[in-house]
């Protein structure tokens, strides 16, 4: 139940493109969902994060559409640049007395060609 | 703020010795967690501290491997003795909102 699933494993876009990564979960007491970013040798970044009673959030080029009924949220990225080449890992952190744990998916390695 | 800052960036150590790897969370954070994370298994969370008490410890993998927080602004995890499946990037990582979690550099462990 605190699993959450991430699709695809990787991702190949050209330049300009739209990026969409899914992940779904189980656990109704999530209640905060963010993605990171991570580049090589790099830490996890916080990107963009979302709460359940919105159903999108835009910072830039980047979106988050969640769908609550169907435990559902994906990041797009829009005009996609190669500059967005990294591996993108998509979260949620359940509330009451979890002190910000973070329950992440499996990662998805995103590819962006010139 | 420097941000998590982890020591070392890079360890490379023979099976059987001892490894301790050191984080320095972001000043006024409350929450402290080390994850591990390789190809075949992600990210996964080892240990989390709230206000220098560890909270939970089910992921550590077995007790070869301890942490401590002695103090808010310092933590350590040891593997002891070192196996060439630790061979991993280890992060350390703090947050003071629930979900909002800053990660260190990371330390890149080899064991041979």
């Known amino acids: 139940q605190q699993q959450v699933k991430q699709s695809p494993q990787s991702l190949i876009v050209q330049k300009g493109g739209i990026s969409i990564i899914n992940c779904a979960y189980e656990n109704t007491a999530f209640d905060y969902f963010p993605w990171y970013q991570q580049f090589p040798g790099k830490g996890p970044a916080l990107l963009i994060a979302i709460r359940p009673d919105v159903s999108e959030k835009k910072e830039g080029r980047f979106t988050i559409s969640f769908n609550k009924s169907a435990k559902q949220f994906s990041l797009h990225i829009m005009d996609s640049q190669p500059g967005d080449s990294a591996t993108y890992f998509c979260?949620?952190?359940?509330?009451?007395?979890?002190?910000?744990?973070?329950?992440f998916g499996q990662g998805t390695i995103l590819t962006v060609h010139p | 703020d420097a941000g998590v800052i982890q020591s070392p960036r890079h360890e490379v150590t023979e099976m059987g010795q001892e490894v301790t790897l050191r984080c320095k969370p972001i000043s006024g954070h409350n929450s402290l967690f080390w994850y591990r994370q390789t190809m075949m298994r992600g990210l996964e969370l080892l240990i989390y501290?709230?206000?220098?008490?560890?909270?939970?410890d089910s992921g550590m993998p077995e007790d070869r491997f301890s942490a401590k927080m002695p103090n808010a602004s310092f933590s350590t995890l040891k593997i002891q003795p070192s196996e060439p499946r630790d061979s991993a990037v280890y992060f350390c990582a703090s947050s003071f909102q629930p979900g909002v979690t800053f990660f260190g550099q990371g330390t890149r462990l080899t064991v041979v």
């Open positions: 501290f709230n206000n220098n008490v560890p909270i939970d």
């Open positions: 979260a949620a952190h359940a509330g009451g007395t979890s002190y910000g744990k973070l329950t």
